[in-house]
């Protein structure tokens, strides 16, 4: 069979900037434990490495991985929107690419001209796009606008002509990253029945996504990609069934037996966890969901100050929060005798972006006298959409993402001469 893609050896780099350092506020001794744990940035990462994978014509792959496992950035390498650092890819044919919003359309043509410019790096001529060119805007449903720079499009609409035009100038190897985040459930229905056309009338598509049941529909092979690499290739419903079962591998719960227990004098560090509200214990969260982190732990000596700190991290090393226990004014006036105790942090809905955390863990004595520290003993994933995005889609930046209030009113002209005036007099 021939192969529509053919990829050896991929593997791309990028160069980190220097991180700053975002701890500060904690005394001395705190600021050495961390700072001497805490990762050192390094200068390289590799998003993709030694990536080889052979797609042949007329197969349908989806892609499947966590957030940052390289699922974009390989996409992005094959339409040729970045180049890899290392190995090659070679596309058989003409090649129809949907990435993220700002890919593939310019700003500042219309949506008509658009059309006709995509149309034409695909190789086709004129007569052939304007043949195509009343089903693209009916598919796409932005006939009024066609004339407007697609930068004043809102990113639904950008999105659905963006599709349109990728999925109707039927190029020989379509590629989809993750187009049914936006959209209404119709468009995306739409946008499903048109990947399937395209796939029934041989072409080759390249589609990543975060839903399962999409994937399982649409795809006749999937890869799953993890840290850039790829762990499992095979049948939709087969890679599907591991991604989910390592999900599971964070299983929300790191426990220990007495013997095994890290410990110091005071304390015996039992079991971490993530619970819902529910009791739940659980190794994902959905991004407005509140969660709480669970201490188990022996006191092997009672000491009315003895308390915790948990810090988050991002999958960057970036210390997102720290909390102590003695945030809670009632902690130091309980007498906490020799015993097992559970201690649960609670973590608010909407707060934290689409990552994978980590948590670390602190104990102390008298006057933050540390006790024990654990690294990194647990994950928990936070899984999106958030809130916070809106109905946007794009590159999204942010160690946190809060949903924060917005207030807009109208004002007429005659109310900014009055504050102008104002302004004039008291200056
Ligand atoms: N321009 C860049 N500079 C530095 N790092 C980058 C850049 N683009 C991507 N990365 C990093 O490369 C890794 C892979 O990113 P990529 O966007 O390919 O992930 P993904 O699998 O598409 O994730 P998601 O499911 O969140 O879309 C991530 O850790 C990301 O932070
Ligand atoms: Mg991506």
């Known amino acids: 069979m021939t192969s529509a893609v053919s990829i050896e050896g991929l593997g791309k780099m990028y160069r980190l900037g220097q991180r700053r350092d975002v701890h500060g506020s904690l005394r001395d001794a705190w600021e050495r434990l961390w700072s001497s744990k805490t990762p050192v940035p390094s200068g390289e990462f590799w998003a993709l490495r030694d990536v080889s994978l052979e797609v042949a014509e007329g197969e349908v792959l989806g892609l499947i991985g966590r957030n940052g496992a390289g699922k974009s ?18 596309i058989r044919g003409s090649v129809g690419s949907l990435l993220e919003v700002g890919a593939g359309f310019h700003p500042e043509l219309t949506g008509r001209e658009n059309v006709y410019m995509n149309g034409s790096i695909l190789g086709m001529s004129r007569i052939q796009i304007r043949e195509r060119f009343d089903e693209i805007v009916d598919f796409a449903g932005v006939e009024q606008f066609l004339d407007t720079p ?11 002509l963006a599709f349109a035009v990728a999925a109707h100038l039927e190029p020989d190897v379509l590629i989809v990253d993750e187009v049914l985040a936006v959209g209404d459930a119709a468009f995306q229905k739409k946008c499903l029945s048109k990947m ?40 939709p419903s087969e890679v599907i069934h591991q991604y989910m079962g390592g999900q599971s591998a964070l299983s929300g719960e790191h426990a220990w037996d007495l013997e095994g227990a890290p410990r110091s ?12 509200g529910s009791g739940a214990v659980v190794g994902a969260v959905a991004c407005s969901e509140a969660f709480g982190v669970e201490l188990e732990f022996d006191i092997l000596q009672s000491d009315p100050r003895i308390g915790m700190t948990i810090v988050l991290r991002n999958s960057e090393g970036v210390p997102v929060f ?79 993402a809060p949903v924060l209030s917005w207030a807009t009113s109208a004002h007429t002209i005659d109310d900014r001469c009055v504050s102008g005036e104002d302004t004039a007099t008291q200056g």
């Open 196 to 235: 399937d056309d395209a796939s029934r009338g041989g072409r080759t598509v390249l589609f990543v996504s975060h839903n399962m049941a999409a994937v399982q529909s649409l795809c006749s092979r999937a890869v799953l990609l993890e840290r850039g690499g790829i762990v499992v290739d095979g049948s």
């Open 322 to 400: 720290t909390s102590l226990s003695s945030a809670d004014p009632e902690w130091p006036l309980v007498s906490r005798p020799v015993g097992l105790y559970r201690s649960t942090c609670w973590v608010c809905g909407n707060l934290l972006a689409e990552e994978t955390y980590s948590i670390s863990v602190v104990f102390w004595s008298d006057n933050y006298q540390l006790s024990l520290s654990e690294q990194d003993v647990l994950s928990v994933s936070v899984e999106g959409p958030c809130r916070a995005r809106g109905d946007y889609m794009g590159r999204f930046d942010g160690v946190v």
């Open 150 to 160: 697609v930068k004043r499009y809102s990113s639904g609409m950008y999105v659905r």
């Open 73 to 90: 950035t390989l996409l992005k390498i094959l339409s040729r929107i970045t180049p890899p650092t290392v190995g090659v890819a070679r």
């Open 265 to 276: 004098g005071l304390i015996a560090l039992r079991a971490v966890r993530v619970r819902l």
